[in-house]
């Protein structure tokens, strides 16, 4: 796959504050990247680097090859976005912004328009003074997902829609992913990020403190384990790898780094398995991991 968007060692400084600190990731061809940190972490800093909005201290950073504050005009023609507060024209209506926004890129598609309204069951005819939050984003949705671009960058797209639109905009991600197109996702919905992200990046304080695929970044962690034995579980509890044990009744629960799975298994059938299940880490569970304290 070729790299579609490329940071190395990015730096911004906002007075005395250290915004982002020698920042590096990638983005493949036909990939979603998964963009996660808390609010200050720096997200949405990098973002309006890449945007080609605020200028970079130092570092480098390329979409298609281009430098993103030299050739924004020429990337932008290729990119679609959407911010976690999209500001609206207040007396135009839902509709005539998203067919402005569509003209002003050059490449969107009517009948693509037309079926996403339908989907994100948007109101185009009110004014868009009268929307609710969750309805200003389903027009900055719908403008970027009618048009046919190369890279998609989402900045907490979601915020303010409910659960059932949510649903939506992920199904309409999937189809963007399985058209060989690349997206940049910012979503403090860490479940959003698991379902659709091929790769993770989780950002700290301005700093990349973990990347890669899920399954690379489920191997620093443990995974969670629940036993029932026809003999005394309990025998496991001081197994090496075998952390946080609790017995309840015949069963036994407790966290396991991988490594040593194979062994406790062994162990285990010792005992008599009658039940076994193994759960691996969640998103949340790398996430709270940096961010715990």
């Known amino acids: 796959m070729s790299?579609?968007?490329?940071v190395k060692g990015l730096q911004k400084r906002f007075g005395k504050v250290q915004a982002l600190k020698d920042v590096?990731?990638?983005v493949e061809a036909g990939e979603v990247v998964g963009f996660i940190g808390p609010n200050g972490a720096g997200k949405s800093t990098t973002i309006r680097i890449l945007l080609g909005i605020i200028k970079m201290d130092s570092g480098?950073?390329?979409i298609f090859g281009k430098d993103v504050w030299k050739d924004s005009f020429e990337i932008h023609k290729r990119i679609s976005y959407v911010p976690g507060e999209v500001a609206l024209w207040g007396n135009l209506t839902g509709g005539e912004i998203i067919d402005l926004f569509m003209k002003l890129h050059g490449a969107g598609d009517r009948a693509k328009r037309d079926?996403?309204?339908?989907?994100?069951?948007?109101?185009?005819?009110?004014?868009?003074?009268?929307?609710?939050k969750g309805n200003r984003q389903k027009v900055g949705l719908i403008a970027a997902l009618s048009v046919d671009?190369?890279?998609?960058?989402?900045?907490?797209?979601?915020?303010?829609?409910?659960?059932?639109?949510?649903?939506?905009?992920?199904?309409e991600v999937e189809k963007i992913k399985e058209a060989g197109k690349s997206v940049l996702l910012s979503s403090h919905i860490l479940s959003e990020v698991e379902r659709l992200a091929d790769?993770?990046?989780i950002i700290r304080q301005g700093e990349i403190v973990e990347a890669g695929t899920l399954e690379e970044l489920r191997h620093l962690t443990r995974s969670t384990v629940v036993l029932e034995t026809e003999k005394d579980v309990s025998k496991l509890r001081d197994i090496k790898g075998v952390h946080d044990f609790v017995q309840r009744d015949d069963q036994g629960i407790f966290s396991v780094e991988n490594k040593?799975?194979?062994?406790i298994l062994i162990e285990a059938t010792k005992l008599g398995?009658?039940?076994?299940?193994?759960?691996p880490p969640t998103l949340e569970d790398l996430f709270m991991r940096h961010y715990k304290g």
């Open 149 to 171: 671009s190369d890279l998609y960058i989402f900045d907490e797209p979601t915020s303010g829609l409910d659960p059932l639109m949510e649903q939506v905009f992920q199904e």
């Open 260 to 263: 040593y799975l194979n062994d």
């Open 115 to 132: 079926y996403l309204i339908e989907r994100f069951e948007l109101e185009p005819r009110k004014k868009a003074k009268g929307y609710s």
């Open 199 to 201: 790769k993770v990046v």
């Open 60 to 62: 480098d950073a390329k």
């Open 273 to 279: 398995v009658k039940k076994f299940e193994a759960n």
């Open 24 to 26: 590096t990731f990638d």
């Open 3 to 6: 790299k579609i968007l490329r």
